[in-house]
């Protein structure tokens, strides 16, 4: 175990940053922080490799495209760099996604402003069940978000309306992508011929 060099010899420093005594810890606390740190040490070690194999692997994979590009003229994958590789012999299979992390900007209020005037204006002759989806998908979580899948929903309504369409305009403009995160996932076909995960997740190992 590495030493800080902040706490003085013969101590150690407890979870609130109190030194304490070596001799006045117990001998099965020391024993279990003797294998924690261990244990923490070597999964930080396991996801540093992790993350290299990750960072190798995409760069390959890129590096492949452009030689496949540049040899045939042909793109692989499809939209957003989603693409799937197949070993010669179909018996691996690696696939590289990519998925975007999406959250809405203010035009989502006028668009709720807008709905929320089409359904006063339908009152009596508005379908209850339509008004009861349209409010479950405004309807805001725990920590102050609507639900994106059922707001983006509301777009595969066929609703012949010059408000309602220039609303689902409204959602369509305010969608912003705040991040994306790149997966990649590696495949082995079994005897029965199907596709099973090499797990790079110790829950899956």
Do not use: H
Not at 16 to 26: P, Q
Not at 148 to 172: N, Y
């Amino acid at each position: 175990m590495t030493k800080n060099p902040k706490i003085p010899e013969g101590y150690r420093a407890n979870a609130n940053g109190d030194l304490v005594l070596i001799e006045n810890i117990k001998e099965i606390d020391l024993l279990r922080d003797e294998l924690v740190v261990s244990i923490a040490a070597r999964a930080r070690e396991r996801s540093g490799e992790l993350a290299e194999f990750k960072s190798t692997v995409q760069s390959e994979i890129d590096e492949f495209v452009l030689t496949s590009a540049a040899r045939f003229k042909a793109k692989l994958g499809g939209a957003k760099g989603n693409l799937t590789l197949l070993s010669f012999d179909g018996r691996f299979k690696v696939i590289q996604a990519n998925q975007d992390n999406i959250a809405f900007d203010e035009r989502l209020q006028v668009a709720k402003a807008i709905i929320d005037k089409c359904i006063k204006r339908w009152s009596d002759g508005a379908d209850a069940k339509l008004m009861a989806l349209v409010n479950d998908a405004f309807q805001v979580d725990k920590a102050g978000n609507v639900s994106i899948r059922r707001v983006l929903g509301l777009r595969k309504l066929e609703i012949d309306d010059k408000d309602w369409k220039r609303a689902m305009d409204a959602i369509s403009e305010s969608v912003q992508v705040v991040s994306s995160k790149s997966y990649l996932r590696v495949y082995e076909r079994d005897e029965a011929g199907e596709y099973k995960p090499i797990s790079l997740d110790m829950a899956g190992v």
